[in-house]
């Protein structure tokens, strides 16, 4: 056999043109076709799955190999290729659309790629993107949905979801595919959690978080929106109807700055900032009945991929936008391509500035933010971060709106209406390695019980704890 050729770069994905897409709130990176696609997955070595680097940097463990080997050993029938490749993806992942998109695939699969020792990684994440576009455009996510749906054994036992968010469509989609039926409560009026209100159109558009949410359905969830759990229902009454109950309220809770001018007008958190914008579509003010007041400059406080969606939002509604952090570049927490697409458009980054004041005018509008400014020290705090301290000079930023990105916190109030849920310091919910909670039958994952992380650490924790599920209602009906 002919040795393989090792092509070291990847094949580029096409994205909309900077001046394009800064006017509008498009999709920015147009992905793969299936020339283009094909040429990717041949440059992957095909490490044996039980090697894998790519599939051990995983939450969610998909056989990576498996599913580009299925895509390229078919490359002459487009339509077969893809669907032997969406089996093998939908096996350990059921929304490829989703994590294709807004993984962070450069710190988790792509990050141990042996292609990378050599040259660029793999690019996974735009291959898994790639299946389930292509299998979406041409019917053939219809196809297989069938075959899943009929691989379930009507299992005994019914489960509460509370949360339409990452971990929450994970845990319902793998416990649905078992055979369970599942019904997920959602406190919005629309599901999908943090990926309907936290990540805008330019990085997940909703049509297509709207579709994936749809295949769940297919596969027999039911959701039931505009239920506040601990409100409208209570735990102890889940556990009355149902065999088990999976938390996965998320982390919705914005965290504050305390300082002085923090109510003056035209300061937001990112949290009411994204959510005006992506659920209720403010850009599209006054088709949309949700006004939300932009100015002519914008200061973002953070440097999270929240911080980057924030700032990239408030560009596209017309605002020149600076985002202002209290440590250096090398300390952001966004991804990299956010970073790039930030920047590209036009953003501004100022590092090692702390906020000390907001400054407002006789009208109590924010006309300024005061920074002090911050200094990197050798020593290194319990992070492995650089300790940065206050120079004590300062800095006047100008702004007519604040956006506060600077992290997320577990809502409480399910923690504070249940009794016996015991939970951390921080707000997040105790649980054990089966990731059951304190109360037996009830379950958690994701930014419930993680504080602020990724959508796919979230998605790892709802299959996990699908499998814990599955494993308590069989041991529960088998003793009774």
Known sequence: MAKRELIKERVPTPEVPVEERTKSFVEVNLGYDFASAIKEAERCIQCPPEYAPCIKGCPVHINIPGFIKALRENSNN????????LRVIWNDNTLPAITGRVCPQEDQCEAPCVMGKVGDPINIGKLERFVADYAR???????????FANNGENMKGKVAVVGSGPAGLTAAGELAKMGYKVTIFEALHKPGGVLIYGIPE???PKEILDKEIAKLIELGVEIKPNYVIGKTLTLEELLEEYDAVFIGTGAGTPKLLNIPGILLDG???ANEFLTRINLMKAYEFPKYDTPLTIGKRTVVIGAGNTAMDAARS???MGSEVIIAYRRGREDMTARIEEIHHAEEEGVKFEFFLNP???IGDENGKVKAVKFEKMKALEEKDAKGKRKIVGTGEYILLEADTVVIAIGLEPNKV????????????NGTLVVDERLMTSISGVF???DAIRGEATVILAMGDGKKAAKSIHEYIQKKYSSA
């Open 356 to 358: 000390i004041e907001f």
């Open 267 to 269: 300061i937001y958190t």
């Open 202 to 204: 330019f990085r997940l």
């Open 414 to 425: 399910i923690s504070e209406e249940a009794t016996g849920l015991k939970t951390n310091p």
């Open 137 to 147: 455009k041409h019917n053939i996510d219809e196809e297989l949905l069938q075959e």
């Open 444 to 446: 958690a994952g994701g």
């Open 314 to 316: 408030a560009l596209r």
């Open 78 to 85: 487009s339509n077969e290729a893809v669907k032997n490749a």
